[in-house]
């Protein structure tokens, strides 16, 4: 089996409201819903997330990339 990976930014604040909008659920839970999360995928930038989606990410397997530096930059 051919393995695919996945890195994408995600849980930015403009991104989630604009999930939010557009699915009725937060993106983590949109990503989970369509196979997206899982031990090939990682995430970076995950700044605004709540304990259900880390349980969500920890349950998936899923990586996630911390950039302290950057992700101070993108606070309110």
């Known amino acids: 089996m051919e393995l695919a990976f996945i890195h994408t930014l995600l849980k930015e604040k ?8 557009r699915f009725g659920m937060e993106k983590i839970q949109v990503f989970e819903t369509v196979g997206v999360l899982g031990e090939t995928t990682q995430l970076a930038h995950v700044i605004w997330i709540d304990n259900e989606e880390i349980e969500i990410l920890k349950n998936t397997g899923t ?7 950057t ?3 993108l606070t309110d």
């Open 14 to 21: 403009t991104p989630i409201e604009k999930a939010k909008e």
């Open 63 to 69: 990586t996630v990339i911390h950039c302290p530096l």
């Open 71 to 73: 992700n101070c930059k």
